[in-house]
C-alpha cells in the first residue's frame, strides 16, 4: 500500500516541497473517497479542509434562486479542490458534487493553518502554490464570462 | 507544349464551377453540414486540410468557408457552417439538388508535413473544429506518419458540439486522446466544464516534439498559444487559422488584409510566430 507521503510527494501541486514540509502535510492528511452523487461539502458550510483528486469527476456548483445548479467548472484527477481553508472567515462559496467515484487526499486545514502559524516557510510555500492555481482559474473565469463562442 | 494542367485549373480566379447539394445535415441548432459534388462529371479536384472554398449563393452573395471534410475523398467537397446572418442563413436552407458556385479551394493549409513523425495537438473552439476535422482525418488515414494526436475542444454549451458522434469514435482509436469541455454544462452534462484551455494539463504528450494546430475565436487563440508556450511548444510549432472579411480570395481586394499579410492568400493558417505582435494591436 502506498504511504500517503509518497502520494502526496507525487501531486505535481506539491512538486520540488522539501520531505520536512512533505512530513508536517502528511499529520494532517487523510485518504477519503465520494460516491457519485455525494456532495463534498455546501456553500456557507464551514471550510476545513482541501482536497488532492486523485481519480474521478468533482463539479463545483453555484446554486441560482428558484433554479436549477449551475455547474461553473469541473475538477479531475491532479486537480486541487478547495481554498476556502485558508483565507477567512474560512467557509465555502460552492457547493462541490462529486459526479463519479471519487477518491482523494484530503488536508485538513485547521491542521494546517496551525502548522503554517508556527512554520511561516511551509506558509509561504503553500500560498505561492495556492496562488497559482488561483491566478489560473481566474484567468480561465475571465475567458469563460468572455462568452467568446456567442454570435456576436 | 501541352500546358501544365495541375496549375491551369480555370481561366478566371473569379468564376464559380457549379456544384450540387448533395445532403445537408444538421450538427446544432444553428450549425449544418453541406456536401456538394459537381454538377457535370467529377473533377477530382483535392484540397489540403485548412483551405476553403467561396461559395456563392445564387441571387444572395458569396462566402468564404472552410473545407471540413475528408482530404482522401474527392467526389465531393464538405463544409460546415454556421447560420449567423442572410448569406449564411442562405446556404443552410438550400435545398439537395439545388445549385451553389464553388471557387476554391485556396489559402495554405494546416503544416501536415511539419507535422510528420510529431505529436499533433488540435484545439478547437466553437465551429472552430470544422476547419482542423480534415487534419484528423488525415492524421487518422496515414496513422504510421505521425506521433500522438491530442484533440482539445471546447464549446459553449453541450448543445453547441459539433460531430459528438465522431468524437467519441476518435476517442477510441489508438495514440490519441480526445478531451471535450463546455463553458456551461446543464446538469445532465458529466463532462468537463471550463474553458478549453483547462484541458491542458490533462493532455498526454510531449511538448518538445509536438505541432500545434488551432482554430476557434481569435480570443480563445490568443489564451491558448498562451498557454502552449507555458506547456513548452515554440511559436514555430503553433500554427493558428485565423478569419478575415475575405472577397476575392486571390489576394487582390485586400479586404483581408491584416498587417503584412493577406488571409485569403497567405494564410488562413499562420505560425504563431508570425502573428503574436499583430495579435496584441488593438487597431488590427
Known amino acids: ?152 | 507544349m501541352r500546358p501544365n494542367m495541375a496549375t491551369a485549373v480555370t481561366t478566371d480566379p473569379m468564376l464559380p464551377h457549379p456544384y450540387l447539394v448533395q445532403a445537408v445535415s444538421k450538427e446544432t441548432p444553428d450549425t449544418f453540414t453541406l456536401k456538394l459534388a459537381p454538377e457535370d462529371k467529377p473533377n477530382g479536384r483535392s484540397f489540403r486540410p485548412g483551405q476553403f472554398s467561396m461559395l456563392w449563393v445564387f441571387g444572395v452573395g458569396e462566402l468564404p468557408i472552410s473545407i471540413s471534410g475528408n482530404p482522401a475523398e474527392h467526389k465531393q467537397l464538405v463544409y460546415t457552417v454556421r447560420s449567423v446572418g442572410q448569406a449564411t442563413n442562405a446556404l443552410v436552407t438550400q435545398h439537395v439538388g439545388a445549385g451553389v458556385g464553388v471557387r476554391g479551394p485556396y489559402g495554405t493549409g494546416w503544416p501536415m508535413d511539419a507535422a510528420r513523425g510529431r505529436d499533433v495537438i488540435v484545439v478547437a473552439g466553437g465551429i472552430g473544429l470544422a476547419p482542423l476535422r480534415p487534419v484528423i482525418y488525415e492524421v487518422l488515414h496515414h496513422r504510421e506518419d505521425f506521433g500522438r494526436l491530442v484533440v482539445l475542444y471546447g464549446a459553449r454549451s453541450p448543445h453547441d458540439l459539433l460531430y459528438r458522434q465522431e468524437l467519441a469514435a476518435w476517442a477510441r482509436q489508438r495514440e490519441t486522446q480526445v478531451l471535450v469541455t463546455v463553458d456551461y454544462g446543464g446538469m445532465s452534462w458529466r463532462g468537463h466544464v471550463g474553458v478549453v484551455t483547462t484541458l491542458f494539463k490533462y493532455a498526454r504528450l510531449k511538448p518538445a516534439q509536438s505541432v500545434a494546430m488551432v482554430c476557434g475565436p481569435e480570443i480563445m487563440m490568443r489564451f491558448v498559444a498562451r498557454e502552449l508556450m507555458a506547456f513548452g511548444l515554440s511559436r514555430n510549432d503553433v500554427y493558428l487559422s485565423m478569419e478575415r472579411n475575405m472577397k476575392c480570395a486571390v489576394g487582390f481586394c485586400g479586404h483581408c488584409q491584416y498587417g503584412p499579410h493577406f488571409i485569403c492568400k497567405d494564410g488562413p493558417v499562420f505560425p504563431y510566430e508570425k502573428l503574436r505582435s499583430l495579435m496584441e494591436k488593438y487597431e488590427l
Open chain 1, 1 to 152: 500500500m502506498e504511504s500517503l507521503e509518497r502520494i502526496i510527494a507525487e501531486q505535481e501541486f506539491f512538486a520540488g516541497l522539501e520531505s520536512y514540509y512533505t512530513g508536517l502535510l502528511v499529520g494532517c492528511a487523510a485518504n477519503v473517497r465520494f460516491n457519485p452523487g455525494t456532495y463534498i461539502f455546501k456553500e456557507g458550510e464551514e471550510a476545513n479542509e482541501f482536497y488532492l483528486i486523485r481519480s474521478g469527476k468533482v463539479a463545483l456548483e453555484l446554486f441560482a434562486p428558484q433554479g436549477k445548479p449551475i455547474v461553473v467548472e469541473t475538477l479531475d484527477a491532479g486537480d486541487i479542490l478547495g481554498w476556502s481553508w485558508l483565507l477567512p472567515p474560512y467557509l465555502w462559496k460552492f457547493h462541490a458534487h462529486a459526479v463519479q467515484d471519487t477518491r482523494a487526499i484530503a488536508l485538513d486545514g485547521k491542521c494546517l493553518r496551525a502548522k503554517c502559524e508556527q512554520n511561516h516557510d511551509l506558509g509561504y510555500e503553500l500560498l505561492k502554490r495556492f496562488a497559482q492555481i488561483m491566478e489560473r482559474r481566474l484567468e480561465a473565469t475571465r475567458l469563460q464570462l468572455l462568452d467568446v463562442y456567442a454570435v456576436k
